[in-house]
């Protein structure tokens, strides 16, 4: 037997009432995405490439069909065995960057290591360390405010990869940044999967979706 | 089946574990929030701070009212009556009030088992005293037979007692309160000199003991008077000679007290030829009658206080639960976030609960200032009697530990509930 997909979805169906109405989202999606890849969901707003984001990333369940994570269904998983998921196996990057506005830079990085076992100084030095490999070796007392948006993501995924995690999903990483920034926070998206990581990034734009080595075109709620 | 030895395990459980380290971090989340959101924390302390305070003055105030009423059974002597003439249910009804006689007193004496002390009371007020170039009014002064400082458990610090002679001589002499001896003879011994009280010249032979304000407020101080035999007061200052405003008994085996009171007021009775059905026209008041009466005057107080305290700290809740609830919305990114980081529900129940018992915490520590404070001052006013204590601690931060608990876990949960999604579709 082969060795299982990281991410394997079989015909997943996603459906939301708005106002009685059943509206579907999703339609019989079934994706495989292997350990290593590096893939940009693309498609216009409204296609549903972010519910498509949000269920693989555990953040939402399908109405219908299978998600098995490493060959594992998650679909039976409680709320905290979820949580359990997300925090030990998926990092995330955000469109506006979600950083807590009052914390630092560093404590930003930790958050994910709040609820996490590892003990607090192992956490501490693994975030200096990514956050120096971003580029933020002297930002990391600077609170979000005080940081421009390149830099803000970059936090954002030095944050993403504190609990060394084999997925990286991103929604959207590029879409409040200018076209140089984009392509440097890209080509820092290139190198964490270069280095092994899993990378999915929900994107309408060409020209960061052009830095993924797989593309996947989510259309109407099903995958083209 | 698990073993035997696991039911005596002394390591904690990896639950106990986890949730230890959730509590612990949480604090770190809670103070970054408190220090970011400064002017509505401030607001959460203050208002339970108030709440705290009125609480502190209420549990102050009750320990000192015990107190005082200690002293008061002390001071009264628990194996002393006071009779006063005239009823006092009735007094409104314009009752004669002088009905107690020297022959009453005697027959008291004589006559009732386990009396041993009768002092009749009556009293001349403010009367002018000079001594050289001096002078004071003192308030009141009273009347007594032989031993007054014995029957009211007052003891002299300096000179002697009215003796029995003295009572039958009208000798013209005197025992002195601490403020007058003050006034007039500053840090001289009063012990022998010749005093003019009013127009008539005594001899100071004794010096009271110092004992600040009567029990039960009021502010009044006994301490300005002054004492002289019974019949020279009658005599020289024209009073009443038949009658007693009060007499004073002390008995003998005080545990008994509810006995002698009945034989005295059946004595008193058949002295004053009452019928059946006839009321009485004389009043008993012992030390626990009057400890009722302190009760039911600082009960007052105490209700009030306590719907205060009550009120106060039911505002500061609702302050606290309304805040928490505006910085649920607020945070809603946050919330979002740390959910999509991993936090489960208990961890961001545990980051709000935190955040709300930190506030209430301090809110408690503040109030107890604000309350010794304030009640320190009315302490001073006279108007209460404060008492400090550790039950006082503890009792302010168990009280601020549920005003946390009851008012925060509902806007704690309704974090903890969110969708992640929905949640940081909200933080835009």
């Keep these: 037997m082969p060795s299982d997909p990281l991410i394997r979805l079989e015909h997943v169906d996603k459906t939301y009432r708005i106002a009685e109405t059943p509206t579907a989202v999703l339609r019989d999606v079934s994706l495989e995405i292997g350990a290593g890849e590096f893939v940009a969901l693309q498609g216009p707003s409204g296609s549903g490439k972010s519910t498509l984001l949000h269920i693989i990333g555990l953040l939402d369940r399908p109405t219908a069909g299978r998600y098995l994570l490493r060959g594992r269904d998650v679909s039976g998983l409680s709320d905290d065995e979820l949580s359990g998921l997300r925090n030990q196996s998926i990092g995330f990057v955000f469109q506006s960057f979600y950083l807590i506005p009052y914390a630092t830079a560093l404590d930003n990085v930790l958050l994910p290591g709040l609820y996490s076992p590892a003990p607090q100084h192992q956490l501490r030095q693994r975030a200096e360390h990514l956050l120096a490999q971003v580029g933020l070796a002297d930002r990391m007392r600077h609170k979000p405010s005080q940081l421009s948006g390149g830099q803000q993501q970059r936090v954002a995924l030095a944050r993403a990869m504190l609990n060394d995690p084999d997925l990286i999903l991103a929604d959207e990483p590029t879409g409040q940044l200018d076209s140089k920034t984009s392509a440097e926070i890209m080509s820092l998206f290139a190198e964490v999967n270069a280095n092994g990581k899993t990378i999915i990034v929900v994107t309408h734009d060409e020209e960061t979706a052009s830095h993924a080595k797989r593309r996947v075109l989510v259309q109407d709620g099903t995958i083209a | ?428």
Aim: proline content about 4%.
């Design chain 2, 1 to 428: 089946m698990p073993s035997a030895a696991s039911w005596f395990r002394t390591a904690p459980s990896p639950e106990a574990l986890r949730l230890g380290r959730s509590v612990l971090r949480a604090q770190g989340a809670a103070w970054g929030a408190l220090l970011a959101y400064k002017l509505r924390s401030a607001f959460v302390v203050l208002a339970v701070a108030l709440g705290i305070a009125a609480l502190t003055i209420i549990i102050a105030a009750v320990d000192g009212a015990r107190r005082k009423a200690l002293e008061i059974v002390e001071w009264f002597g628990p194996d002393a009556v006071l009779i006063f003439g005239g009823n006092i249910e009735n007094r409104a009804v314009g009752q004669r009030t002088l009905t107690l006689t020297w022959d009453d007193a005697r027959a008291i004496e004589r006559s009732l088992p386990g009396a041993y002390l009768v002092t009749p009371m009556r009293a001349k007020q403010a009367v002018t005293l000079r001594y050289e170039n001096r002078n004071m009014v003192t308030p009141l002064i009273v009347g007594t037979t032989a031993d007054y400082a014995q029957a009211w458990n007052w003891p002299l610090v300096e000179g002697r007692d009215i003796t029995e002679e003295d009572v039958l001589r009208s000798a013209k002499v005197c025992l002195i309160g601490d403020a007058p001896a003050r006034e007039l003879f500053g840090d001289e011994s009063p012990i022998g000199k010749v005093i003019l009280a009013g127009d008539l010249p005594v001899q100071v032979v004794g010096r009271l003991a110092y004992r600040g304000f009567t029990p039960g407020g009021g502010g009044v101080s006994v301490d300005d008077r002054l004492i002289m035999p019974l019949t020279t007061l009658t005599q020289r200052f024209n009073l009443e000679r038949k009658y007693f405003r009060g007499l004073r008994v002390k008995f003998l085996e005080p545990e008994l007290m509810e006995d002698h009171l009945a034989s005295l007021k059946s004595l008193l009775r058949h002295l004053h030829k009452l019928g059946d059905d006839m009321p009485d026209d004389f009043s008993v008041i012992s030390a626990s009658e009057v400890l009722k009466f302190l009760t039911m005057i600082t009960g007052g107080i105490m209700v009030f206080l306590g719907i205060t305290a009550g009120a106060a700290m039911i505002v500061g809740g609702f302050v606290l639960a309304n805040l928490l609830f505006l910085s649920v919305s607020e945070r809603q990114e946050e919330i979002g976030l740390r959910k999509a980081m991993g936090a489960t529900s208990l961890d961001i129940t545990l980051q709000f609960l935190s955040e709300a018992v930190w506030l209430t915490l301090i809110g408690a520590v503040a109030g107890m200032a604000l309350g010794i404070g304030m009640g320190q001052l009315l302490a001073k006013l006279g108007l209460l009697e404060i008492r400090l204590s550790m039950k006082l601690f503890l009792l302010a931060m168990a009280s601020a530990m549920a005003i946390a608990l009851v008012f925060g876990l509902k806007p704690a949960r309704s974090a903890a509930a969110m969708d992640p999604i929905e949640a940081l579709r909200g933080g835009k």
